[in-house]
């Protein structure tokens, strides 16, 4: 089945430290993957997707690049502000099975 | 655009009560999804529709669980009877028929006492 394993946290960092979350995945077929963001009392958001091998994901500093070798899909950035404190979830999406699996998340703060 | 909206936000209830939460997807999106997340997890797939015919809905605990999408819009996910494993956040979401990306709604926050 599908699965997706992504680093424990929390994660504390100081404002403008570099982030890496690390998420590793195991599928059937080609999914495509995503990772969300959750902040604090709301729903889930698309941060950013790649849907096929060696694309590369990005938005608002963050990136991530889609490694059928080693089936990672790490998140990056190269300096986090304290307003990027929240949850992140890496997903996969099995088209054939039309659903997404989700990571537990990995819970960032960022300190000024 | 609106979002998916859900409502209510917020239900703490008994055990044994029955409860229900309402989704109103994304206009046009025929893909609907109710998740469940539970504290500290990811959000797992209760049950998926393509417009109203209930397509996934295998991990639906149907002894006490059932959902409706009348009409192919909204829909409706309800518990009856709550237990206390059922607490959680209960998340909607919807996308365009075919498409990975999903939206989601902010959620309801089920607290059984």
């Known amino acids: 089945g599908n699965s997706v394993t992504q680093m424990e946290g929390p994660v504390t960092l100081s404002e403008e430290a570099f982030l890496t979350i690390n998420c590793t995945y195991t599928?059937?077929?080609?999914?495509?993957l995503f990772w969300y963001v959750q902040y604090p009392g709301e729903g889930l958001q698309l941060l950013l997707k790649a849907t096929k091998a060696d694309d590369k994901g990005s938005n608002k500093g963050f990136e991530a690049t889609y490694r059928k070798e080693t089936t990672s899909f790490h998140l990056e950035k190269g300096s986090v502000q304290v307003s990027d404190s929240a949850v992140y979830f890496c997903?996969?999406?099995?088209?054939?099975?039309?659903?997404?699996?989700f990571g537990d998340g990995t819970t960032l703060t960022v300190k000024p | 655009e609106a979002g998916v909206v859900q409502s209510p936000r917020y239900k703490i209830i008994e055990k044994k009560q029955p409860v229900a939460f309402w989704c109103n997807p994304i206009?046009?999106?025929?893909?609907l999804y109710w998740y469940r997340q539970n504290l500290g997890q990811g959000p797992e797939l209760l049950i998926r529709y393509e417009n109203e015919e209930a397509v996934d809905d295998s991990q639906l605990p149907k002894d006490r669980f059932s959902a409706e999408r009348l009409k192919g819009v909204d829909s409706t996910l309800k518990i009856q009877p709550a237990e206390l494993g059922d607490s959680a956040v209960y998340l909607c979401?919807?996308?365009?028929?075919?498409?990975?990306?999903?939206?989601f709604g902010q959620g309801t926050r089920l607290t059984v006492v």
């Open positions: 599928a059937t077929g080609y999914p495509s």
């Open positions: 206009s046009g999106h025929n893909t």
């Open positions: 997903a996969l999406h099995n088209t054939n099975a039309g659903k997404s699996t």
């Open positions: 979401a919807s996308s365009l028929r075919g498409e990975s990306e999903a939206f």
